[in-house]
């Protein structure tokens, strides 16, 4: 059974920096594109940031320049590196990724920035 466990979501003032972490574990042959989203109250869950096998990333506009995708293959794990945080990415963050051509997702990871 692959499990995506994430880590590292709390409480930041807005300006200050936190790093989400992804691991995936289990049975697995192969790791295809990992991404993060986020889904904030009475929104819909959106990309934030995702990263193929081949190490090419994409972000949404919102926080290109702040925030940095990356990944670890040896570990299984993708990272989040969020810097200049602002309120408005106050959301849970989730992660999503391609194990063995299925999709898995994470239980989620609630980030707050207060103002």
């Known amino acids: 059974q692959v499990q995506l466990v994430e880590s590292g979501g709390g409480l930041v003032q807005a300006g200050g920096s936190l790093r989400l972490s992804c691991a995936a574990s289990?049975?697995?042959?192969?790791?295809?594109?990992m991404g993060w989203y986020r889904q904030a109250p009475g929104k819909q869950r959106d990309l934030v940031a995702a990263?193929?096998?081949?190490?090419?990333?994409n972000y949404a506009d919102s926080v290109k320049g702040r925030f940095t995708i990356s990944r670890d293959n040896a570990k299984n794990t993708v990272y989040l590196q969020m810097n200049s945080l602002r309120p408005e990415d106050t959301a849970v963050y989730y992660c999503k990724g391609v194990v063995d051509n299925r999709v898995y997702w994470g239980q989620g990871t609630q980030v707050t920035v207060s103002s």
């Open positions: 990263i193929s096998s081949g190490g090419s990333t």
């Open positions: 289990g049975s697995i042959s192969s790791i295809g594109t």
